[in-house]
C-alpha cells in the first residue's frame, strides 16, 4: 500500500533499484529511480541535494554516485497491529480462496538523506572551528573518572528499559536487512507466486474444515473479540478486598491489616474481622504481629522490615532499620510527643528512614513535633489489664536491649509525663481559654502595678538634683549623622502576645490596632518616664539618636506584652525628656560647648540636640556660643 499516493498512479512501471526485508520486524524498504529527465524535476535542486549529502567526495559509500538525486527509498511501516481477522481473497470458477495474512504494510518516502546533509554539515562546522589545531599533537590529559556500581534492575525498571525508544532503535538495528531481488506484477516469476494463493485441494472430502454449518464457519471466520477481557483492570498484588481477606485465616487476617494500616484500637480491628470473631483468639494473634503503645496497637518492626531486606533511601539492613523504629515506639509509650532530631541522634539513621518511623504512628505539629496518632485507648487498659501488664514486660525487655546498643542516657529514659495529663490530649475550648487568659491578666495587673509603685518610691528617693561644677573638662566627640525615625514596629511584631488567636496573660492590656485602651495612657506614661529617670541618672547627656538606640535596646529586655509595645513616638519621648527636667541644647556643626555635671564636663559637638540633666544649670557658666532652648 502507498497511502500517500492515488491508487491510480502506481508505481508498477518506475525502476526498482534494489530491496530489502527484516522478516522478524516485518520492514521493507525499497529504492526506486527518479525520472531526471521529467520536465517537472528540478536539476539544480537535484544536484544541491546530492551535494548536501554526499559532499565533494564520491566513493562507494556515497548516496547519490550519479551526484544526482536521482533515486528515492520508501520504507515500510505496519498498517494494523492485529491481523489475525484479515485475509488475503481470490474468487476463481466459483470457488474462494482464502489466505491468512502476517503482516500488512505500508510504504512512504523516507527522509533519512537529510539526517546524512545535517550530519555532514556538523562535521563541516566542527572543522572549521577547531582550525589547524587538530595538526598538533594532542597531549594526552589525566582525567578522573568516576566509578559507579549499577544497582540490580528491578521489574519495572526492565520493562520501562525495554519499552524506551533507545532500546527499540538498538533493537531494530541489530537485525540485519537481507536483500532481495525485485520482480514486477507481470513477471512470470510473479505470476508463479501468485499460484500458491490458490488451495491445491480438488475434493471437499479432503478439507473437513469446510465441512460446517454457516454460523459455525462465520465463528471461525469471524471469532469474538477477546481483548475486552484482557484489558480489565486487574487488582495489585498486594491489594485484597474484604472478600479474599476474610477466606483467609485469622492470623493471616491481623497480619495484613495491621502491615497496612500499622496503628490501630482495638475495636477498631474487631469491626474489621467482623461479627463472631473471638475477641481472645485476635488478642493472641495480635501480640504476634503488634505491640501495644498507649493502648493502641502498633505494627512489629520486624514485620515491616522483614529479614535480608534493607532501606528504599539509604540502604540499611532490616536489623538496623527495626531497632530505630522500635526506639520511637519505645518513645511513644514514655510521651505523646516525639521530637525528630531526638531520635535521628540517638538512632544515627538518614532523615528519610526517621521520617518513615514518625509518619507510622504519629503527625507532625508546628514547633511541638510528632504527637502520637490515635488517642489514649482507655476502654481496651481497663478491660485487658493481663495484656498491658504483659506488654509492659515485653517493652522493659526492649528497653534494656535499646539501652546497651544506643547507650541511653538518663534524660532518654526517664519519662517526661505518665499520669493521666500526658497521656489524655487536654481539650479546652475558645471560652475556657478567654477565662483563663482573663483571670492570668488581672494577676499580672496587680503585681505590675506593685512594681510601678516600688519603681516611683525609688525614683523620688533618688530624686535630687545635683548642681554642675566646672572642672575637670572630658571631651566627648559625637559622629555627624541624619537622625532617623524611631521604629519599634519590629518589637511590636516580635511580642504581639498572641497565641492561636488569644491574648496571653501579658498581653491581654496592650494596644490593639494602635489604639490604647481607656485607662492604659497613665501607665505608659509612668513606665516611660522611669525609663527616662533611670536612663540620665546613668548618662548625664544624650543625643535624641542615642536616646531612641537605648530605648530600643530596653523594649528588647521587656517581656512580651508590656505596656510600652503599644507604640511609643519621637514626640512622646521627647516630650517625657523636658517633662522629667531635662534641657534641650541644639549644636551646630562648627560649635563646640561644654556641658558641666558632677564635678566634671563634657564637651559634644556634631549636628545633634542634646539633653542634660537637671533644670537648675546656670546659664552663665555656658559659653557664648551655645543655644539653650
Known amino acids: 500500500q502507498y497511502p500517500i499516493r492515488p491508487a491510480s498512479m502506481t508505481y508498477d512501471d518506475v525502476t526498482h533499484l534494489s530491496a530489502k526485508i527484516k522478516p522478524k520486524q516485518q520492514k521493507v524498504e525499497l529504492d526506486m529511480a527518479i525520472d531526471t529527465l521529467n520536465p517537472n524535476y528540478c536539476r539544480s ?14 566513493d562507494e559509500t556515497s548516496t547519490y554516485s550519479s551526484k544526482l538525486m536521482d533515486r528515492q527509498t520508501f520504507c515500510s511501516s505496519q498498517a494494523a497491529s492485529n491481523v489475525s481477522r484479515y485475509a488475503a481473497a481470490i474468487y476463481r470458477k466459483g470457488e474462494l480462496h482464502l489466505t491468512p495474512l502476517h503482516g500488512i504494510l505500508q510504504l512512504r518516502p523516507s527522509f533519512s538523506y537529510l539526517d546524512k546533509a545535517d550530519a555532514k554539515h556538523r562535521e563541516r562546522e566542527a572543522a572549521n572551528e577547531a582550525g589547524d589545531s587538530s595538526q598538533d ?103 485484597l478486598s474484604m472478600a479474599q481477606l476474610r477466606t483467609l485465616p485469622l492470623a493471616d487476617q491481623i497480619k495484613i491489616l495491621m502491615k497496612n494500616v500499622k496503628v490501630m484500637p482495638f475495636a477498631n480491628l474487631m469491626s474489621l474481622l467482623g461479627s463472631g470473631t473471638d475477641s481472645t483468639a485476635v488478642l493472641r494473634c495480635i501480640q504476634q504481629v503488634a505491640m501495644l503503645v498507649q493502648g493502641n496497637w502498633v505494627v512489629k518492626s520486624d514485620v515491616l522490615y522483614p529479614k535480608d531486606t534493607s532501606s528504599p533511601h539509604s540502604g540499611v ?79 522493659m525487655g526492649i528497653q534494656a ?94 511580642n504581639n502576645g498572641m497565641v492561636n488567636g488569644i491574648h496571653s496573660e501579658e498581653s491581654s492590656m496592650d494596644s490593639l490596632n494602635g489604639h490604647l485602651p481607656g485607662g492604659c495612657t497613665d501607665r505608659v506614661a509612668q513606665e516611660l518616664k522611669a525609663f527616662v529617670m533611670t536612663t540620665f541618672k546613668k548618662q548625664f547627656v544624650l543625643t535624641l539618636s542615642e536616646l531612641k538606640r537605648l530605648f530600643n535596646l530596653h523594649l528588647a529586655s521587656l517581656p512580651p506584652g508590656h505596656t510600652l509595645f503599644s507604640g511609643i513616638s519621637d514626640k512622646m519621648l521627647q516630650d517625657m525628656v523636658l517633662d522629667t527636667g531635662c534641657k534641650q541644647i541644639l549644636v551646630p556643626v562648627s560649635i563646640l560647648f561644654i556641658l558641666y555635671t558632677r564635678g566634671r564636663a563634657q564637651v559634644l559637638s556634631g549636628k545633634h540636640t542634646h539633653y542634660v540633666v537637671g533644670a537648675d544649670i546656670p546659664l552663665s557658666s555656658l559659653s557664648s556660643n551655645c543655644k539653650v532652648c
Not at 45 to 58: F, P
Not at 182 to 208: F, I, K, P, W
Not at 324 to 335: A, L, P
Not at 349 to 378: Q, T
Open 45 to 58: 535542486k537535484g544536484e544541491q541535494i546530492a551535494l548536501n549529502v554526499d559532499g565533494t567526495c564520491t
Open 137 to 239: 599533537e594532542a597531549e594526552d590529559d589525566i582525567k578522573q573518572i568516576t566509578v559507579r556500581f549499577s544497582r540490580p534492575e528491578t521489574e519495572q525498571a526492565r520493562q520501562r528499559r525495554v519499552q524506551s525508544y533507545e532500546f527499540l532503535q538498538k533493537r531494530q538495528a541489530e537485525e540485519h536487512w537481507v536483500h532481495l531481488h525485485y520482480y514486477g506484477l507481470r513477471d512470470s516469476r510473479s505470476e508463479h507466486e501468485r499460484q500458491y494463493l490458490l488451495s491445491q485441494g480438488h475434493g471437499m472430502a479432503e478439507n473437513t474444515e469446510l465441512i460446517k454449518s454457516p454460523s459455525e464457519y462465520l465463528m471461525m471466520l469471524m471469532p469474538p473479540n477477546v481483548e475486552e477481557e484482557k484489558d480489565k483492570p486487574v487488582a495489585p498484588s498486594n491489594v
Open 401 to 494: 536491649k535499646l539501652e546497651k546498643v544506643y547507650n541511653l542516657l538518663k534524660e532518654h529514659l526517664t519519662p517526661k509525663k505518665q499520669d493521666g495529663q500526658s497521656a489524655h490530649p487536654l481539650l479546652v475550648s475558645g471560652e475556657q481559654r478567654v477565662n483563663m487568659a482573663k483571670a492570668k491578666v488581672k494577676q499580672n495587673y496587680r503585681l505590675l502595678e506593685k512594681e510601678l509603685q516600688k519603681q516611683k518610691a525609688e525614683s523620688k528617693a533618688n530624686d535630687a538634683p545635683s548642681k554642675m561644677d566646672i572642672s575637670n573638662v572630658c571631651l566627648k566627640e559625637e559622629p555627624v549623622s541624619d537622625e532617623e525615625p524611631m521604629d519599634a514596629s519590629a518589637y511590636e511584631s516580635m
Open 317 to 395: 539492613p532490616a536489623e538496623v532499620l527495626c531497632r530505630g523504629r522500635d526506639f520511637v515506639m519505645w518513645k511513644f509509650t514514655q510521651d505523646r510527643w516525639v521530637v525528630r532530631k531526638e531520635v535521628a541522634t540517638v538512632t544515627k539513621l538518614c532523615p528519610e528512614d526517621v521520617k518513615d518511623f514518625l509518619e507510622h504512628m504519629s503527625v507532625a505539629r508546628i514547633n511541638k513535633g510528632w504527637e502520637f496518632l490515635l488517642p489514649y485507648d482507655e476502654d481496651f487498659v481497663k478491660k485487658h489489664p493481663d495484656v498491658v501488664q504483659r506488654q509492659k514486660m515485653l517493652w
